[in-house]
C-alpha cells in the first residue's frame, strides 16, 4: 500500500556490497514535516497519527488523519517539541487501550525520536530561528520539514549535530535545503558550518549525470558527515540511482572524505 502522505522520502534496505555500506536509500524531495508517525487500524477504519515538526500553525503539532482530508490538530506547542513527542505516545496508547486499535510506527525519516532532550532543546531554538528568518524573508520562505542526527545520539556527551532543513519560497514549489552543523561540548553549543544545497557539496562521479538530492544520514565527533544521495542513471532516462559520500565538515572547510558510490538498478 502506498502511504497516503509521505510525497517525500522513501528508504529501503537492501543487500548490496560493502562498496555501498549495505544499505540503498532512494531520496526523493522531502515535501512532508511529519517527524514521527504511527499507523493505526481496526477493521473498517484506519487512522493515521502524525507528530508533525514544524506544524502547520505551530513549532509542532500532533494531528490525525482520517481519510484524505480529515486533518485533525490534537494538541501542539511553540516552545518545546518534546511536548508534542509525549502527546503522541499518549495519543497511541489510548487508541489501542481504550479504543482497540492497532498501531504501528512508520519508519522515523526524521531521526527526531533519537535526539537527547539537550539536543531536542538545540533543535527547538534552531528551528524557531528558521521560522523566523522565513517570515522575514524576501521572499517568504516557509520549513516544511527537519532531518537530524547527532554524534551521540541520547546521551550528553559532547558531539556533532547536523540539522538539515527543507523549505519552500512563497509562490514557489521548489523545495530547498541548508545544513547547519553544531558542535555541543555539554555545556556550551556553536554552529561550526552552514551548507547551502547539500547536494552542491558531492562530488560524482564522471559517469553520474547529475545529483537530484541528498540527505545527511549519520555524523561522527570528528566532523565527519556521511550523505544519502539520488542520482540520474548515466544512460536510462527516468531511472534514480542510490549513493553516498562521507564528508569531512570543519569550520573552514568542508571536503570530500571518500568517493561518491552509486548503485544502479538492473
Not at 515535501?31 to 505551530?58: N, T, Y
Not at 528551528?127 to 520549513?143: D, S
Request: aromatic share 8%; proline share 5%.
Amino acid at each position: 500500500m502506498k502511504h497516503p502522505s509521505y510525497q517525500g522520502i522513501f528508504t529501503a534496505a537492501a543487500a548490496i556490497t560493502p562498496l555501498l555500506l549495505g544499505i540503498a536509500v532512494l531520496l526523493m524531495p522531502y515535501s512532508q514535516a511529519s517527524a514521527q508517525e504511527f499507523e493505526c487500524s481496526v477493521p473498517g477504519d484506519k487512522r493515521f497519527i502524525r507528530l508533525e515538526l514544524p506544524g502547520q500553525e505551530h513549532l509542532c503539532e500532533v494531528t490525525v488523519t482520517h481519510g484524505e482530508n480529515d486533518r485533525r490538530v490534537k494538541w501542539y506547542a511553540n516552545n518545546e517539541t518534546l511536548f508534542c513527542s509525549a502527546k503522541i505516545y499518549e495519543l497511541r496508547q489510548k487508541y489501542e487501550d481504550q479504543w482497540s486499535f492497532t498501531c504501528s510506527e512508520w519508519l522515523d525519516t526524521g531521526g527526531i525520536d533519537q535526539l537527547s532532550e539537550r539536543h531536542r532543546s538545540i533543535l527547538d531554538n534552531e528551528l524557531k530561528n528558521r521560522i523566523a528568518e522565513g517570515k522575514a524573508a524576501n521572499p517568504k520562505f516557509k520549513i516544511t520539514g527537519v532531518k537530524a542526527v547527532a554524534s551521540n545520539p541520547l546521551n550528553l556527551a559532547a558531539g556533532n549535530l547536523a540539522l538539515q532543513y527543507f523549505m519552500v519560497e512563497e509562490g514557489s514549489s521548489d523545495i530547498k535545503d541548508t545544513t547547519h552543523i553544531i558542535y555541543d561540548d555539554g555545556n556550551e553549543w556553536r554552529s561550526i558550518a552552514t551548507l547551502n544545497t547539500l547536494s552542491n557539496y558531492i562530488v560524482p562521479e564522471e559517469s553520474t549525470t547529475a545529483i537530484t538530492s541528498a540527505l545527511v544520514h549519520d555524523i561522527s565527533d570528528s566532523g565527519v558527515l556521511h550523505v544519502n544521495t539520488t542520482t540520474n542513471a548515466p544512460s536510462d532516462d527516468g531511472v534514480s540511482c542510490q549513493g553516498n559520500q562521507t564528508l569531512l565538515v570543519s569550520e573552514q572547510d568542508v571536503a570530500p572524505r571518500s568517493p561518491h558510490r552509486v548503485i544502479c538498478p538492473n
